[in-house]
């Protein structure tokens, strides 16, 4: 009897220790049939012929909202898609969220308006160190500054998270883990003094990431990190992570919504 009660309780403590180490708390809205597509744009610019993989027109910009609008969707904050998850509200028929990474300050005088005309929200990822009073240059690129993102940010239609203290990609030999805890404590700090109390969302720089990373920034307090959809796997799906998707200057927003929930298919079988 002494040694089946020690088996039981041996049989307790592993599974204990086992929903410990792989998150069994994890939030994956994505793993409950919330079908929510994240859409990634970086930059955005007034003449299409500076477009590229990363860059793409005011000009289709415009028309991807449009779209959306017109195909019965609805631009969400993640937080509202965390709350949905958690049962705290209900999400429209047919949710859709909009990031851009890095912070150019073609946001603020090209996107934001856009988003302004049509009552849309996004979500901006900034780089603190490259983010100030004034925007900033930083070779040839322009950076939105905290004045900008306080407007944006009290206007009710932009979220700003955090896309590193740098844009130094976080895996590698320079990037301990107290280093990586470090910065991002550091950079939130930042971002909660010029704007209040944000969620703490996290866009990986450079898209480059491991599960040493994912635990170091869910132990610092990452309520959420995200990846491109590409990179699902079961070993991620221990914390709290969303996949998204780019948008390119050829691709239709429709598309890449399809395209988007197919990958998305494929991965969490």
């Known amino acids: 009897m002494k040694k089946i009660k020690i088996i039981f309780i041996s049989l307790a403590i592993i599974i204990i220790n086992c929903q410990f180490i792989y998150g069994s708390q994890a939030q994956n ?39 959306l609008t017109e195909n019965g969707y609805t631009p969400i904050f993640t937080k509202e898609l965390v709350d949905a998850f958690n049962g705290k509200c209900e999400l429209p028929e047919k949710p859709v969220i909009i990031q851009f990474d890095d912070g150019y300050q073609s946001f603020f005088n090209i996107v934001y308006p856009i988003l302004y005309k049509y ?21 040839a690129d322009t950076f939105l500054s905290w004045p900008q993102l306080k407007i944006m940010s009290d206007s ?5 998270g955090l896309h590193g203290k740098t844009h130094k990609a976080v895996i590698g030999s320079e990037f301990t ?18 704007l209040g109390p944000q969620p703490h969302y996290y866009v990986y720089p450079n898209g480059l990431f491991n599960n040493e990373t ?21 070993n991620v799906k ?15 927003i429709i598309s890449s919504i399809e395209y988007f929930n197919n990958a998305l298919k494929i991965k969490i079988k």
């Open 177 to 194: 883990k107290e280093k990586l805890q470090n910065d991002f404590t550091a950079a939130w700090n930042e971002i909660e003094t010029h």
């Open 238 to 252: 221990n914390y709290n992570i969303l996949p998204r998707a780019n948008i390119d200057k050829n691709q239709d």
């Open 119 to 139: 009552n849309v929200k996004a979500e901006v990822y900034i780089i603190t160190d490259y983010t100030k009073d004034i925007p900033y240059v930083n070779n």
């Open 214 to 234: 994912l635990k170091s920034l869910s132990d610092s307090g990452a309520q959420m990190q995200f990846i491109w959809v590409w990179n699902l796997s079961r």
């Open 29 to 67: 809205p994505y793993t409950e049939k919330i079908v929510c597509p994240i859409l990634t744009y970086h930059d955005v610019r007034l003449d299409s012929s500076y477009t590229n993989d990363w860059t793409v027109s005011a000009e289709k910009f415009e028309n991807d909202i449009k779209q």
């Open 156 to 160: 009710g239609l932009v979220y700003i």
